[in-house]
């Protein structure tokens, strides 16, 4: 799994949230309400919720995870069937090639 991948998404999704806010905070003048017309008492506005936007945000990196390969299934399981039978074997000049060329 590519955590770096998830990583990324997930900061750029909560800082694109970050900068809604900021935009439409900045977008009402101060001392302006919609509450009146919604429902409000005095002027002030009720609280809600909003959960649609970020269930979106969820669902999309739920499907960008569930995407990501776990596993090289076509490379583990042979060797990991080897290793139950009990016939795995490391060739040793294979190994010491590859920890002294990386």
């Known amino acids: ?16 949230r970050a900068q809604q806010s900021r935009e439409g905070s900045a977008a ?5 309400s919609s509450a009146s017309s919604a429902g409000g008492v005095g ?3 009720p609280d809600s919720v909003s959960i649609s936007s970020t269930l979106r945000e ?4 739920l499907q960008v995870i569930k995407n990501l390969p776990d596993v090289r299934e ?6 990991r069937e080897q290793v139950r039978n009990g016939t795995y074997q490391v060739s040793e000049e ?5 920890l002294v060329n990386g």
């Open 43 to 45: 002027g002030m506005r």
């Open 94 to 98: 294979a190994l010491a090639s590859h």
């Open 58 to 61: 969820v669902r999309r990196i």
């Open 1 to 16: 799994m590519n955590i770096n991948r998830i990583s990324s998404e997930i900061a750029r999704l909560y800082s694109n």
């Open 28 to 32: 009402r003048p101060a001392g302006s």
């Open 74 to 79: 076509e490379k583990v399981g042979p060797l």
